[in-house]
């Protein structure tokens, strides 16, 4: 009598869902599927994203937090990685610079006195004949406006533009940076023979103190 064939064991069932925690330093899923039309990242029940391709893998971007994996087919696995960071948002923006600004006790100011600015933006505008210049003060100043003084307050200030020249207040020596003193320090950006528009960067050795202003010259 011939044996009946060997019974074999039911193939392991892939889940349709996988719970994935993202940390503050991973901002990326890559869920791997098969046997779908689409695969999703869920939070507190909700698609974040749906990706439709029916493609192997589905990549998602998200911050910290804890969420789902879903698809209509099987998962076969997922991986967390760090990307290039997410971009902010208008309000998490300003939630960064008042958390920054928080911490160190001031913020870092451009101020311009430019002969002229453009009628509808307010935009300082220097003449483009190679000799203009305008006046731009840094101000070191607490959260309520109130410049910072004092020996903890002298910082150096490095200097950057775009275009055009940077030099001291009373000279015409070319600087790369500034000393605070009561809080401010004074240069001078001297205009280009040519019309364009350019940035001017200051910023501290602490990276939380930075500022930059943009000018004309027309």
């Known amino acids: ?3 009946p064939p060997p019974i074999q064991p039911p193939e392991p069932t892939a889940p349709a869902a996988l719970p994935v925690e993202l940390d503050a330093d991973e901002n990326t899923v890559v869920a791997r599927a098969e046997d779908h039309t689409w695969i999703a990242l869920t939070r507190n029940g909700e698609d974040v994203v749906r990706d439709l391709s029916a493609l192997p893998s589905a990549e998602f971007t998200a911050g910290p937090g804890s969420y789902e994996i879903h698809t209509d087919g099987r998962l076969r696995g997922l991986e967390t990685s760090h990307r290039a960071p997410l971009p902010l948002t208008p309000e998490e923006a300003v939630s960064a610079f008042l958390s920054d600004t928080a911490a160190t006790g001031a913020v870092l100011t451009l101020e ?3 002969p002229s600015r453009h009628p509808a933006d307010g935009m300082p505008q220097l003449p483009a004949d ?3 210049f305008c006046t731009i003060t840094v ?4 959260p309520d406006g109130t410049l910072r003084k004092g020996r903890g307050h002298t910082d150096q200030v490095f200097l950057r533009s775009t275009g055009g020249t940077l030099l ?9 940076a500034v000393r605070l003193k009561s ?3 004074v240069f001078r950006l001297v205009a280009e023979t ?7 960067y200051a910023f501290a050795a602490d990276p939380r103190l930075s500022a930059e202003t943009q000018l004309e010259f027309v």
């Open 194 to 200: 040519a019309p364009r528009l350019v940035t001017v």
């Open 130 to 132: 190679g000799t203009a």
């Open 112 to 114: 311009v006195d430019a």
């Open 1 to 3: 009598m011939e044996e």
């Open 183 to 185: 809080g401010r320090a």
């Open 139 to 142: 101000r070191k100043t607490a």
């Open 168 to 176: 001291g207040p009373d000279t015409d020596a070319r600087v790369a």
